[in-house]
């Protein structure tokens, strides 16, 4: 089993900037792929952004030049530097994995989700 626990939301003004986070525990030595969505209100979940095992990075166009993807050393943390916001990221954050293969999970797994709102 995977636990993933965000953090880092809040409310900002139109330019501001939030860092999330995003911890994954549940297996030693495991390394995640992970992957942000978020879900405004009355609207689909759409994806963000995307980090693999060996640091590859995924952006959505929306996000492209304003938000940064990183992890940390053992892999099981992962971040996203938003910057330059708009009320438009206003939303729910979620982290996702698709488990560990290392231990042959391949389970989808989400977080509780970090509210970020963004005012003009």
């Known amino acids: 089993q995977v636990q993933l626990v965000e953090s880092g939301g809040g409310s900002v003004q139109t330019g501001g900037s939030l860092r999330l986070s995003c911890a994954a525990s549940g297996y030693t030595g495991c390394t995640y792929d992970m992957t942000w969505y978020r879900q405004a209100p009355g609207k689909e979940r759409e994806f963000v952004s995307s980090?693999?095992?060996?640091?590859?990075?995924t952006y959505a166009d929306f996000v492209k030049g304003r938000f940064n993807i990183s992890q940390n050393s053992a892999k099981n943390t992962v971040y996203l530097q938003m910057d330059s916001l708009n009320p438009e990221d206003t939303a729910m954050y979620y982290c996702?994995?698709?488990?560990?293969?290392?231990?042959?999970?391949?389970?989808?797994?989400w977080g509780q989700g970090t509210q970020v709102t963004v005012s003009s």
């Open positions: 980090i693999d095992s060996v640091g590859r990075t």
């Open positions: 996702n994995t698709d488990g560990c293969p290392e231990y042959n999970d391949y389970d989808d797994y």
